[in-house]
């Protein structure tokens, strides 16, 4: 029931009526009328009252406020009932319907077109230009068909004069993707002849007020009205509809969906020569009759590019096959003229359907492959001509009726009558409510041999002249017990019945007189086999198309072909087939008054509708009924997920049991009912309910599902990841043995080798070996060292410590560390280096081995230094393993200064070529000379002076003794006197440690000891090379 409307404005659902009675019913329906709520629920039926104005509850504010929404969360409209029919089909992937009935000029065509543009509004959300196309073509082809279709009734401005049935395709996804056009029976009498008040189909008045003048002169036409016969009645009448508005917007329509445009020219030519054929009149000249205005002829014969004179023989005569003989016949001037009304009458009717065909063609689904489009549902929405009573009644008003009676069965059969049916079958108790079943009005229209269409057809079939009055009395005689049909000659008191003329029928909806004038002629639908080959003959292709059985030669003997009726009785049966195939919904639409006024609401006229429309039945069924059924295994598949009794699956002794439980546990017992094969629910709301249940459920199902997913993903890939991984490590063993093996293999001989395996090429080894293959190279550089140090005498073992440590310190610093030769250390005492003064020296050394108490002499030599005045002076250098000695050579090797080792701090030297060395020293008092050596002049011993004292200073004894704190940088600088030197603390020790770790090549190697303060040391312009780059700086 609907919620949010308030109780000013009645109830909103016939349902919660305090009492069922028709006072009550027509109260509330006046009520709301009046309050402008036009929409009443029966529970899933809605009640329409035309308001005969326009109102603003069509908008997309509307059209959100139902989108997606229940039934009953909004108040009664044709949105809720066409979302409804949205979501049932979407849900449940079942074909719907939507069944619009209702007297003519109730609201069927309008409803349709609101509830099209409602589906039309939610559907693509993401705006597929494909499925926009389609829906754009399936609202435009309802402003073509209704041009060509309908007609100014005096019931209804815009009558629909042709049953309208289009189904909807949807894809799995719910966007429309296509869509099919049923038409039946067009009222094409209505394009000779129309009645008082009346008009002929909108589509002549909207070529002859909207064509331009250009237009209409080509089709040989004028603009008024008057001028053409068939038109001529309501030519006065003043429509609602601007005929001429309505021009532009067909054509454009047409164009949109794709008409090409000759065959949009070809449909007006069609139009004009309808209109022309009205205009000719037959004269009789004797026996032989003529065409009285020749001209019209030959603009037909233009139209229709045919020639003028097959036009009119067409119209004179008819092609008779007697035999083998092939006559032409002539005809009387009544049958020229029935010919040519049966030749304007067919043309349009064929134009009309090949209008429906074309649009059908356009529409249709192109590709229904289920397998990439899913399943394709649909959803069929029903307009068709109602219920109708005309003063004069004729064959079409017979069909039309007749098909509104059948609809009105298929109501009774699925709400009323199969419902109360299935209750019992199902057990559950009921009570039977009675109502009116018109299935004996269908079988009085349609039943074998006693029906009125076989009867119909009967007369029809006779040889021989057969009349209406005829036809009339074969009713009379097969009918006359019939409660539902009477005649004047039944009933001979019915003064309202002409005899010979008249016969009644009441119908579900009222007594309908038909006059039987034209029943005959309307259901045997002659059209003279000459017009179809002209037609067919025509140089126009589209309109050639149109005629296909034109092609028959006059020889060619065809079946009879089925009558008007037999054919209407035929697609009525189909479509009811169908209808009662798919979950239908109905909007059953009530017309308030005959003067089409938005103020009154006539109690009499909507009285009757409500009677014989079976809604106040409606509402009793509905309420004693239940508004769902489900059988219990289709139950227990939709909702098993909502209880943890039945998910996944029961253990219950049978899904009905398991239904219940699952009710239970939600709390619905008292709303349901247990037949023997489905479960009933009273209220929508509890249905609803379980489907929010569901939803709610549906995505922690999704989740799980794809929490499982995701789980079974990630262990198929932990799974390939270890696999690769265990590949991996095997590979990487087998390459780490086979690198080992290799290394075994090259190496195997090398003790026994020369050069201890020097010249051996090491394999490349696997990256995860590299490190492990240089601590081999470095095992193996050591046994290999080991292994010659062996061969090397004792006596040589302390030079060689001096070298290895000199190539420590200076590696990659100096370019000559003097590696080649044999280091001999005391250069003073040796001839070649100081023929003259190797004598002298010696005592003196041996004075101070004596007196200073050394073991070992590490370093001795000649040097030079720049004196404060910038003279040169020769000295030499003694270094023991406890003394630095400066001397004097020029005196006998005298003693200058002497240094003990253990106050010597470091010392520097450049990288240049040059042979600069400063010792420092504790005290600060730096000694900065240049080792000089005579034999051979320039020979580098730098080298060898570093190399000694460090390896000297390295011994454990002499550790302690060695302490190094403070770095310094040797500066040089240019004074005006010359280059002064001076030390100085420059860094802390991290500094210079960091310095260390990031030197780079060529520049200063520094790492230093303690020296506080500031020593300005005078430097002498050096012989050899003086200091420009910085200084090495050795410890
Ligand atoms: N919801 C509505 N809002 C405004 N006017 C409406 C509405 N429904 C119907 N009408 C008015 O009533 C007229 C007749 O409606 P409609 O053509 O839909 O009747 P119908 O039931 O299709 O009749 P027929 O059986 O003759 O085709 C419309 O032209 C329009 O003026
Ligand atoms: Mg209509």
Redesign the pocket.
């Known amino acids: 029931m609907a919620e949010q409307e308030s109780l000013e404005f009645g109830k909103a659902d016939f349902v919660l009526m305090d009492t069922v009675s028709m006072p009550e019913f027509m109260a509330n329906l006046r009520l709301r009328f009046e309050k402008g709520r036009?929409y009443t629920f029966i529970g899933e039926v809605v009640v329409?009252v035309?308001?005969?104005?326009?109102?603003n509850i069509y908008g997309r504010d509307t059209i959100e406020q139902y989108k997606g929404r229940e039934l009953y969360e909004r108040p009664p409209h044709l949105f809720a009932i066409a979302d409804a029919a949205y979501k049932a089909m979407k849900r449940r992937s079942k074909d719907t319907c939507i069944v619009i009935s209702?007297?003519?000029?109730?609201?069927?065509?309008?409803?349709s077109k609101?509830i099209m543009q409602y589906i039309a509004a939610i559907t693509n959300p993401s705006q597929r230009a494909e499925i926009e196309r389609v829906k754009n073509m399936l609202l435009k082809s309802n402003c073509v068909l209704e041009a060509f279709g309908?007609a100014k009734?005096n019931?209804?401005?815009?009558?629909?004069r042709f049953g309208k049935y289009m189904d909807i395709n949807f894809d799995f996804k719910g966007d429309p993707i296509g869509g099919h056009i049923n038409n039946y029976l067009l009222e094409k009498s209505r394009v000779i002849v129309q009645q008082p008040g009346e008009r002929s189909f909108h589509s002549f008045y909207q070529l002859l007020q909207g064509g331009s003048e250009q237009m209409l002169h080509s089709l040989h036409l004028q603009k008024s009205l008057s001028s053409y016969n068939y038109i001529r009645v309501g030519a006065q009448l003043k429509s609602?509809i601007n005929d001429a508005a309505e021009f532009k917007v067909v054509a454009d329509a047409m164009k949109v969906i794709g008409f090409k445009p000759e065959e949009i020219q070809t449909a007006y030519k069609i139009l004009a020569a309808i209109l022309h054929l009205g205009n000719l009149k037959f004269v009789v000249d004797g026996d032989t009759p003529l065409i009285e205005n020749g001209k019209v002829v030959s603009i037909i014969a233009e139209l229709l590019s045919t020639k003028t004179d097959m036009v009119e023989k067409a119209l004179l005569y008819r092609t008779v096959a007697t035999g083998r003989d092939v006559i032409d016949k002539q005809h009387t001037e009544q049958e020229a003229s029935y010919g040519r009304d049966a030749f304007a009458k067919a043309i349009y009717e064929r134009l009309f359907c090949w209008i429906v065909s074309r649009i059908n063609d356009i529409i249709e689904v192109k590709s229904s492959d289920t397998t990439t489009h899913g399943k394709n549902t649909v959803i069929g929405v029903l307009?068709i001509?109602?219920f109708?009573i005309f003063d004069n009644n004729s064959f079409e008003q017979f069909c039309i009726n007749y098909c509104n009676e059948k609809l009105q069965q298929l109501f009774i059969q699925l709400v009323l009558k199969q419902e109360q049916e299935e209750y019992q079958r199902e057990g559950i108790p009921w009570k039977h409510i009675d109502y009116f079943n018109n299935q004996i009005i269908v079988d009085l229209v349609e039943q074998q041999h006693k029906g009125i269409i076989p009867i119909l057809d009967d007369a029809c079939m006779n040889v021989g002249k057969v009349t209406d009055e005829m036809f009339l009395e074969a009713l009379n005689s097969k009918l006359a017990k019939h409660g539902h049909f009477s005649s004047r000659k039944l009933c001979a008191s019915d003064k309202i019945l002409e005899f010979d003329r008249d016969f009644r029928i009441r119908h579900y909806a009222g007594d309908v007189v038909y006059s039987v004038i034209g029943f005959i002629d309307k259901n045997k639908d002659t059209l003279f086999q000459d017009f179809k080959r002209l037609m067919y003959n025509s140089s126009n292709p589209v309109l050639k198309n149109m005629w296909p059985e034109g092609k028959l030669s006059i020889t060619e003997v065809t079946k009879r072909p089925l009558t008007a009726a037999t054919l209407f009785k035929n697609s009525m049966i189909a479509l009811v087939d169908n209808l009662a195939s798919k979950e239908p919904y109905y909007v059953r639409?009530i017309k308030p008054n005959d003067m089409?006024s938005p103020q009154i609401f006539d109690d009499e006229r909507c009285r009757h509708q409500v009677e014989y429309l079976g809604l106040l039945e409606n509402v009793r069924v509905r309420r004693a009924g239940f508004a769902f059924r489900q059988t219990y295994e289709k139950f227990l598949h939709r909702y098993k997920m909502i209880s943890e009794f039945t998910w996944p699956n029961h253990d219950l002794p049978s899904d009905k049991e398991a239904v219940k439980k699952l009710i239970d546990h939600c709390g619905f017992q008292d709303d349901v009912a247990y037949g023997k094969t489905k479960i009933f629910i009273r209220t929508p709301r509890t249905l609803f309910t379980l489907e929010e249940l569901r939803a709610q459920m549906l995505v922690r199902i999704v989740l799980f599902l794809q929490k499982v997913w995701r789980g079974t993903l990630a262990r198929m890939r932990y799974k390939r990841t270890k696999a690769a991984l265990t590949i991996l490590r095997y590979y990487r063993r087998y390459k780490v043995k086979s690198y080992i093996h290799e290394v075994a293999r090259r190496f195997q001989g090398i003790r026994t080798m020369r050069d201890y395996g020097k010249h051996v090429k090491w394999p490349t080894p696997p990256k995860v070996l590299r490190r492990f293959e240089e601590a081999l190279q470095a095992i193996f550089n050591r046994w290999r060292a080991s292994q010659l140090i062996k061969t090397i005498p004792a006596s040589d073992l302390p030079q060689v410590r001096a070298k290895v440590a000199a190539v420590e310190m200076l590696k990659g610093q100096r370019a000559d560390l003097g590696l080649q030769r044999a280091w001999e250390g005391n250069y003073l005492a040796s001839k070649p280096d100081t023929p003259q003064t190797s004598g002298t020296f010696v005592p003196v050394a041996n004075e101070l081995k004596r007196k200073d108490k050394y073991m070992n002499v590490l370093f001795s030599c000649h040097v030079r230094k720049v004196n404060r005045f910038s003279k040169v002076e020769d000295r030499a250098i003694f270094v023991t393993d406890r003394h630095l000695y400066k001397m004097d050579p020029t005196k006998h090797y005298k003693v200058m200064k002497t240094i003990p080792l253990y106050n010597l701090t470091g010392l520097s030297v450049s990288n240049g070529k040059d042979q600069l060395v400063v010792f420092h020293t504790k005290d600060n008092k730096d000694l900065i000379v240049c080792l000089f050596s005579k034999q051979p002049t320039h020979e580098s011993r730098i080298g060898e002076l570093v190399g000694v004292l460090v390896n000297h200073f390295k011994r454990p004894a002499a550790q302690s003794g060695l302490r190094m704190l403070l770095c310094v940088l040797l500066e040089c600088r240019q004074e005006e006197t010359g280059t002064r030197t001076r030390t100085k603390p420059r860094d802390s020790i991290s500094t210079v440690k960091r310095r260390l770790t990031h030197r780079r090549p060529g520049r200063e190697l520094s790492c230093f000891r303690q020296l506080p303060g500031e020593a300005l040391l005078s430097s002498p312009t050096l012989p050899s090379e003086p200091c420009r780059s910085p200084p090495l700086t050795v410890i």
């Open positions: 036009i329409s035309n308001p005969y104005k326009l109102l209702g007297e003519s000029g109730a609201g069927k065509t309008e409803a609101y309908n009734t019931r209804n401005d815009n009558s629909s609602s307009d001509y109602g109708e639409c089409k």
